[in-house]
């Protein structure tokens, strides 16, 4: 499958970014002015969404819910958006003709990272949603079975960073009441043998 040959001006990269996820099912974003590509979750990835959903569905109260699939528009900037593998939102986003969503409506966004992602990306991602103001990014690495939440965004950078393993006390800021237990998410290849030897040696 090969990608259309579209060049990108001024202007177009939401087209090109479009003609892109039709042609070939990649998932497209544009961050910082670039085209950014990604393959469809893979199992471990999709399930760890299912399992953060069926965790955190309880915990909603009237009037917010989770989706997938749904896009954050980049305040001030005419192309830049990121698709997040959760997003919970108020429920009139359902009810929307736009197909990019306010930040300023997002209560958490969540991403988790593939097996092949660049440190360097990933860092470059938290602080797209930093500078667009999304107040929680929660972060869930299943190459170690890390997490990292991140609150408070001020001047393009997140000013409040926790980090932790699966298994670790993770508490979601409001609307959330109860801790998310980590301990069930997924872990890729190597780092399901890492976590274990991890607990065996505690």
């Given at each position: ?153 001020r001047d393009g950078e997140y000013q409040g960073r926790l980090r932790g393993k699966y298994g670790d006390e993770l508490l979601l800021p409001a609307p959330f009441t109860q801790p ?23």
């Open positions: 499958m090969t990608v259309p040959a579209l060049s990108p001006r001024p202007g177009n990269l939401r087209e090109v970014a479009e003609e892109i996820e039709r042609a070939t099912g990649l998932r497209v974003e544009i961050l910082g002015g670039k085209l950014v590509m990604s393959p469809t979750a893979r199992g471990k990835q999709a399930g760890t969404v299912r399992r953060l959903r069926h965790l955190l569905t309880p915990q909603l109260s009237g009037g917010i819910d989770l989706y997938e699939v749904s896009s954050i528009a980049l305040p001030g900037d005419p192309e830049d958006y990121c698709t997040p593998d959760l997003v919970v939102l108020p429920i009139e986003w359902e009810e929307d003709d736009e197909w990019l969503v306010d930040p300023g409506d997002v209560e958490l966004a969540v991403e988790v990272i593939s097996k092949s992602e660049k440190a360097k990306d990933v860092s470059a991602k938290n602080g797209w949603y930093a500078a667009a103001g999304v107040r929680t990014l929660l972060v869930l690495d299943p190459r170690g079975g890390d997490w990292a939440l991140f609150t408070h965004p998310v237990d980590t301990a069930c998410l997924p872990v890729y290849g190597d780092g399901a043998l890492e976590r274990r030897k991890r607990g065996e040696q505690s």
